[in-house]
């Protein structure tokens, strides 16, 4: 780079300043947070690394020096974008991993879940594997990740991807592999929610208001007198 094009000593403290700017509003968005996703942390962390970017070219271009500071990039982790531009559709993957820290404290919360629900037969509060299920078909995710403290779990790390699709899937199209690279042998328990498990209910209803149908009518048909139906009855 030739002398002309340097940039002046002016602009490299400017851009010094820019950063200490930056990073007295990114630590006073991060003490107002809301939560984890605060926009206003994110937006603060983008502005701390734009000007920190600035401030280590032109200290590179002027001093011929380097700050100890590395922002990574988004490329660094994901391939460049070459999905729908105005998507139709989400999928939200999310995992987060937990350790068994205090497995009676486990147990203990599942034996509670258990006694509410007043469930017969052999209990499943009684092995780990077992209070998993009821914890997880009793509580949802979120829930449990912000009192897993309360269940003996531990935190360990997390991920929510969200990818953009032209149109929705199929419902029950992707319910019988939906994470291919999961050991269906190591999968503690899963809960389903589908518009397809629906549509089975009310096929089963359907076919329950034909047989009575028909059972009435056969009844008319002997001239027989009708019983108040059971208000159960359907």
């Known amino acids: 780079m030739s002398d002309a094009a340097q940039p002046t000593a002016a602009e490299v403290r400017a851009a010094a300043e820019a950063v200490k700017t930056a990073l007295d509003r990114h630590l006073a968005a991060v003490e107002r947070r809301s939560g984890e996703d605060d926009p206003a942390v994110y937006e603060a962390f983008n502005q701390l690394a734009a000007a920190a970017e600035v401030y280590d070219e032109l200290l590179y271009d002027r001093y011929d020096e380097v700050t100890p500071f590395e ?49 017969d037969g052999a209990p499943a509060s009684g092995t780990v594997h077992g209070a998993l299920g009821l914890l997880f078909g009793e509580f949802e995710p979120d829930e449990i990740a912000s009192r897993h403290k309360e269940f003996g779990l531990e935190e360990g790390d997390s991920t929510l991807w969200v990818t953009a699709a032209d149109e929705p899937a199929e419902p029950g199209e992707w319910l019988e592999a939906p994470f291919e690279q999961v050991d269906p042998q190591q999968v503690v328990c899963r809960f389903d929610v589908s518009a397809v498990f629906d549509d089975e209910i009310d096929d089963e209803d359907d076919e329950e208001g034909e047989d009575l149908e028909d059972e009435l009518d056969g009844d008319l048909d002997e001239d027989q007198d009708l019983e108040p139906l059971d208000a159960d009855r359907r």
């Open 71 to 119: 922002i990574p990039e988004a490329e660094d982790a994901l391939p460049p974008y070459a999905g729908p531009e105005e998507p139709n559709a989400l999928s939200v993957l999310i995992r987060r991993d937990y350790a068994v820290a205090e497995p009676q404290r486990l147990l203990a919360q599942a034996q509670r879940i258990e006694s509410a629900e007043g469930e």
